[in-house]
C-alpha cells in the first residue's frame, strides 16, 4: 500500500540508480493545493506501484503556478514497466479533478557529487528546497561533470560562504545536456538573502565564482524555490 509522509527524500540513499524529475504548471496557487490532493488521492487508492520505486515526492513552487515531481527508482527499467502499465490510470484520475495541466516532460538523471553542511541530528530540518536547472548547448557528459567540479571548488574557495545552505545535490540528465542541483536551505528568506549578496549568485565575488557563471557552453539556467508539499512511500 500508499502511505504520506512528512519527511523530506533522502538524496544519499545508496539504493537509487534513477531520480526522475518533471515539472507540470498548473497556473494557481488554489490549482496547486488542488492538484497536490489529486496526485495523492490518485496514488493513495492505488496499491504501491513497484519495489523498485523507493519514494515519490511533490513540490508547490513559490511562483505560485508550477508542480515539481520528483521519483526514486531503483533503476530506469522499473519506471519503463510503471509507465507502460500503471501511469496512465493516475494521470487521467488526475486530469479529471483539475483539468488543463501542462506536462514538461519527465528527465532522468544520475546523482553526481553532493555536498552538507551539517549531518544527522545536527542537520537543520529544510524549510525550502531550491532547484538550479543548467543547460548546455550540446550533449556532453564531461563538460557536465567538470562543471560540477568546479561549483565545488568555488564553494571551497568562497570566503564568506552562507549559512542557511543545509546541502546541494548535483543531478546529471541522462543525455549529457544538463545539470539539476537539489539544494535545501534553512528557509525561502535564507536563500533570498544570499542571492542578494554582493555578485552574480550565492556566492561571494571571485574567480572562482566567475569562472562558474561563464562556462562555455551554458545556454540556460534556471533558479526555482519550493515547498515540500508531499512524500509518497511504501506502507
Not at 515539481?68 to 490510470?89: I, K, N, P, V
Amino acid at each position: 500500500m500508499t502511505r504520506r509522509t512528512d519527511a523530506h527524500p533522502d538524496l544519499l540513499r545508496p539504493d537509487v540508480g534513477a531520480p526522475l524529475f518533471s515539472t507540470w504548471s498548473v497556473g494557481t496557487p488554489e490549482r496547486q493545493a488542488r492538484t497536490v490532493e489529486a496526485v495523492a488521492r490518485a496514488w493513495e487508492r492505488r496499491p504501491w506501484p513497484a519495489e523498485a520505486l523507493r519514494a515519490y515526492h511533490l513540490y508547490t513552487a513559490h511562483d505560485g503556478s508550477t508542480l515539481l515531481h520528483h521519483s526514486q527508482w531503483e533503476d530506469e527499467s522499473a519506471y519503463e514497466g510503471f509507465a507502460r502499465t500503471r501511469r496512465q490510470e493516475r494521470l487521467d484520475e488526475i486530469d479529471t479533478a483539475v483539468p488543463g495541466i501542462e506536462r514538461h516532460g519527465l528527465r532522468r538523471y544520475r546523482r553526481y557529487r553532493s555536498g552538507t553542511s551539517a549531518t544527522g541530528p545536527e542537520a537543520p530540518a529544510p524549510g525550502c528546497v531550491v532547484i538550479v536547472d543548467v543547460e548546455f548547448e550540446s550533449p556532453d557528459p564531461q563538460r557536465q561533470r567538470d562543471w560540477v567540479d568546479a561549483v565545488f571548488e568555488a564553494l571551497a574557495a568562497d570566503p564568506e560562504p552562507h549559512t542557511g545552505g543545509i546541502s546541494a545535490h548535483f543531478h546529471l540528465s541522462t543525455d549529457g545536456t544538463r545539470v539539476l542541483n537539489y539544494a535545501e536551505w534553512v528557509s525561502a528568506q535564507a536563500h533570498i538573502d544570499a542571492l542578494a549578496t554582493p555578485g552574480d549568485g550565492p556566492g561571494s565575488p571571485s574567480p572562482e565564482w566567475e569562472r562558474v557563471q561563464t562556462w562555455p557552453g551554458i545556454t540556460k539556467g534556471t533558479v526555482r524555490r519550493y515547498d515540500h508539499a508531499l512524500g509518497l512511500v511504501p506502507r
